[in-house]
């Protein structure tokens, strides 16, 4: 079975600071990935997504990730965090298939400082 | 393009009383379907899914049922609702494709169990 870990459950940064939040999977076969993102009162957003290929995605609002199978980790990173960036981040594991089931991780809430 | 409705955004409900929240997917046929719950301070938990009309899968034993009358319409209902019922109820859809570990969610219905 898959399974995903977020170790920090709460990460404070100052505005303009570097942010990398930690992400670790557990899978048989190389796996879906994926970084979402929820606002306060909000749904899930999709940040960005691996499937396969180049292990460094992009996504939206400046976000990056990487993929390091070595390492079973998929770490969300962003240069410089905008106070706006202050949410929920949810790491998710998947695999193909039309039953298809995502496995979320707890959680990890981004609190910014100005 | 895709879009997903639930309603209603907020209730408040007493003890003892029905449930029903509905969800419902434009723009896209034979979605596969999600029901998540999201308490307090804790991570997403998955409460049903659905892979066709009338076809429900039940992921934690509870007070809650799921039922799917059409192809884009997916509903959660409770014939009694319990104070732990309270939460943040988040649907989503996702394709059959290779994108389909790619979830959309809803904007989430907040219940308040009194």
């Known amino acids: 079975a898959q399974s995903v870990t977020q170790p920090d459950i709460h990460i404070t940064v100052s505005e303009g600071a570097s942010l990398e939040l930690r992400c670790n999977y557990s899978y048989g076969a190389t796996p879906y990935l994926f970084w979402y993102v929820q606002s306060p009162g909000q749904g899930l957003q999709l940040l960005l997504k691996y499937f396969s290929g180049d292990t460094l995605v992009q996504g939206i609002k400046g976000f990056e990730a990487e993929f390091k199978r070595s390492q079973s980790s998929f770490n969300l990173r962003k240069p410089s965090v905008h106070w706006s960036d202050a949410a929920e981040y949810f790491c998710a594991v998947g695999r193909s298939g039309g039953s298809y089931i995502p496995t979320f991780g707890r959680g990890t809430s981004l609190i910014v400082h100005p | 393009s895709q879009t997903i409705h639930q309603w209603p955004a907020t209730l408040v409900q007493p003890v003892g009383s029905p449930l029903s929240l509905e969800c419902t997917v434009e723009?896209?046929?034979?979605?596969?379907l999600y029901w998540y719950r999201q308490a307090a301070g804790r991570g997403l938990q998955l409460l049903f899914y659905s892979v066709g009309i009338g076809q429900i899968s039940s992921e934690v034993p509870q007070n809650l049922s799921a039922s799917r009358p059409q192809d884009r319409q997916f509903i959660l209902s409770s014939k009694k609702l319990l104070l732990s019922d309270s939460g943040f109820y988040l649907c989503?859809?996702?394709?059959?494709?290779?994108?389909?570990?790619?979830?959309?969610f809803g904007a989430g219905s907040r219940l308040t169990v009194l």
């Open positions: 989503a859809w996702g394709g059959r494709t290779s994108g389909a570990n790619v979830l959309t």
């Open positions: 723009g896209t046929s034979n979605p596969n």
